[in-house]
Nanobody, 115 residues
Framework: QVQLVESGGGLVQPGESLRLSCAAS????????MGWYRQAPGKQRELVAG???????NYADSVKGRFTISRDNAKNTVYLQMNSLKPEDTAVYYC?????????WGQGTQVTVSS
């Protein structure tokens, strides 16, 4: 069984930081590309950050310089460090694992940035 479990979301004020974690099980973690997506109410799900099995990263323009994606293959875990959070970062954040045509999703974790 493939399972992705996100954690670390919560309510923070603008300018503060959060670190999201996604723990994977049931997959050969090191061969999967991993990503963080988010979906705000009324909007489509968008890619926030991705990291390939080889370690290459990419980011949405809106988060470049503020967010950092990383992976620890020994722990089967991918992280998203989010700094200088803005109200527009408010969304449900989802972990994704991709291999060819296969995609697996976590349950999502809520991030709310508000004064």
């Amino acid at each position: 069984q493939v399972q992705l479990v996100e954690s670390g979301g919560g309510l923070v004020q603008p300018g503060e930081s959060l670190r999201l974690s996604c723990a994977a099980s049931g997959v050969i973690f090191n061969i999967y590309d991993m990503g963080w997506y988010r979906q705000a109410p009324g909007k489509q799900r968008e890619l926030v950050a991705g990291i390939t099995s080889g370690g290459s990263t990419n980011y949405a323009d809106s988060v470049k310089g503020r967010f950092t994606i990383s992976r620890d293959n020994a722990k089967n875990t991918v992280y998203l460090q989010m700094n200088s959070l803005k109200p527009e970062d408010t969304a449900v954040y989802y972990c994704n694992a991709k291999r060819f045509t296969l995609r697996y999703w976590g349950q999502g974790t809520q991030v709310t940035v508000s004064s």
